[in-house]
């Protein structure tokens, strides 16, 4: 667990990039309607967790350097007894200097009579704009107020600045209590995936399997997926981002299950093929390995000093060199790399930053170049080979069209290397058959 410490270090660390004469302001997550008057089950907005801790609608952080009454000003939602017996207690602003850190604390709903004046006087406010449009309306009202005033000696900012840049680089590089937390839901994820394989069986539904991971998750005491659960088989598992997940499953096809659970706000994303009836067929298994060598490749390309896009370059390499010798693809290898020849069948990218989001934060390019791995990055590595049964691919053999693959694993940059959390979850073809030779 993250503690209110470790919250306030990273307000301190925010604080000491932002220019002199500045003020920060950060929203969370509004509610969401589902249907009629139900709400969607509530989430924090990643960027104001990351700050706060916070897990409470109604919120809005202010950093303000150099304030003589206290830097870190929270506003959220005043203690309501009779809203509190419907929707559970709430922290109020009496409380939350207390237990989360903060210099200073009011009702959100007093916002409009004191955020003014927090404003007033700043050179400039950082801000992600875009991310929640009414509050941004609010917010550039308050600004042409204090502009209406100027002739009175009021001093409006004079610009807004982008946040994100500077929060999202914080966010890129993860403390240890944070690698724990990603370990934790890693093993979650583990456990989950393992509980689908030993449960498969030729006619259950995809959502079948999928309540098998959301059992495990919530057992475990991740509330949620990270994202939708994918769970495709045979064909379905061409579709990237395949969640209908109502198809049955037929004795000879492959499934691939991507899913990862939140635990504590950091997400696990994992990716797991296998057959539903337990072993893989001679063509399966062609396709497979070629798959498992792309995603080993690419994990050996994990290490600081190595950039980004290494890992895809090394999983692609491998992937259209074994394409090429099934005779999938035609062509040169390079050619069919540099002309992009590879796009029908191996259409994403290898790697996305993991955190608090699944597709984490943080620059990928800096000045238009790779930028290079680290000790307390975590990236995904998912080589995925997919040959749909339509029209796109009736030119090339039969016997593969309709098999989907995608591996996926979670690694963490060490100093020596990587580690990979997620390697609890079987993905070798013998230690995937062992493990489903032994269901019930």
Known sequence: MIGAAEFKKRRAQLMAMMSPGSVAVIPGAKLSRRNRDIQYLFRQDSDFYYLTGFV?????LVLAPGREHGEEILFCADRDPHAERWDGERLGPERATQMLGVDDAFPYADMDDILPGLLEGRERIYITLGEYPEFDQRLIAWVADIRKREAGGAQPPGEFMELKHFLHELRLYKSTKEVNLMRKAADITAAAHVR?????????????LEAELTYEFMRSGARSPAYPCIVGSGNNACVMHYVENTATLKKNDLVLIDAGCEYQHYAADVTRTFPVSGRYSATQRAIYEIVLAANEAAIAECRP??????????????????????KILKGEVATLIEEEGYRDVCPHKTSHWLGIDVHDVGDYRIDSTWRQLEPGMVLTIEPGIYIPRNETTEHLPSKYRG????????VLITRGGCEVLTAAVPKRIDEVEALMADRA
């Open 56 to 60: 409470e609608p109604e919120a809005l």
């Open 403 to 410: 098999i989907g693959v995608r591996i996926e694993d979670d």
């Open 196 to 208: 689908a394989m030993q449960a498969c069986e030729p006619g259950m539904t995809e959502a079948q």
């Open 305 to 326: 000093g190595r950039h980004f896009n290494a890992p895809h370059e090394a999983a692609l390499r491998v992937m259209v060199e074994g394409l090429v010798a099934l």
